[in-house]
């Protein structure tokens, strides 16, 4: 079982910086694939950035890329979101989920419980 923790969450102003971390327990982060999601309210759970099992291969969503990096430390077994100018549109709960390579939410058996980005214009 596969278990995951986001932290890092909190308010922050527009243009400014946010990393996220997931702490992965249960299996080995160096064997599992990582991605990120995340959900504004009354909307679907987006894709954000994923990150495979060996770190070789990242992805962004389209509205995320060149402002958010995707990174990994497999000794302490934790996926860092660092998120970057921020814009009230990142405002959502973020979640992280594994076991997948995948940008749809179906594809991934385990989530974390999620932590709140609330970007203030």
């Known amino acids: 079982q596969v278990q995951l923790v986001e932290s890092g969450g909190g308010l922050v102003q527009a243009g400014g910086s946010r990393r996220l971390s997931c702490v992965v327990s249960?299996?080995?982060?160096?064997?599992?694939?990582v991605g990120w999601f995340r959900q504004a309210p009354g909307k679907g759970r987006d894709y954000v950035s994923g990150i495979s099992w060996s770190g070789q291969f990242t992805t962004y969503a389209d509205d995320v890329k060149g402002r958010f990096l995707i990174s990994k430390d497999d000794e302490k077994n934790t996926v860092y979101l660092q998120m970057n100018s921020l814009k009230p549109e990142d405002t959502a709960t973020y979640y992280c989920?594994?076991?997948?390579?995948?940008?749809?939410?179906?594809?991934?058996?385990?989530w974390g419980q999620g932590t709140q980005v609330t970007v203030s214009s």
């Open positions: 249960g299996r080995s982060l160096s064997r599992i694939n």
């Open positions: 989920a594994a076991d997948s390579y995948a940008s749809m939410p179906q594809y991934y058996d385990y």
